[in-house]
């Protein structure tokens, strides 16, 4: 099914991350331990986190909802953006259609 975009697809997920870096147990998506989290350099951070943005962009274009650690990320098609929560507070937006589409 996937969702539609416009904006450039390394920005969109640039922007994923950011935002998922916000949900402090967003590791356990990939069922990792917090102490094997905490052992990771920044770099090897950032890899899983561009991972699990993927991983996210792609799985919101079969489901609804996708729960992340203690957060969630949903995708709103009447507004085309992902909506990423945190404690019932929308924490991020990040939008999949250009400004100047």
Known sequence: MGMPFTRPYKDIL????????????????????????????????????????????????????????SGSLQHDPKFHHIEVMKENAVIATVQLLDAEA
């Open 14 to 69: 640039q922007d994923l991350v950011a935002a998922l870096i916000q949900i402090p147990d967003c590791y356990s998506f990939f069922e990792m331990e917090e102490s094997d989290w905490e052992a990771m350099s920044k770099e090897e951070k950032h890899e899983v986190l561009e991972a699990l943005a993927d991983d996210c962009f792609y799985g919101l274009g079969q489901e609804k909802i996708l729960f992340v650690g």
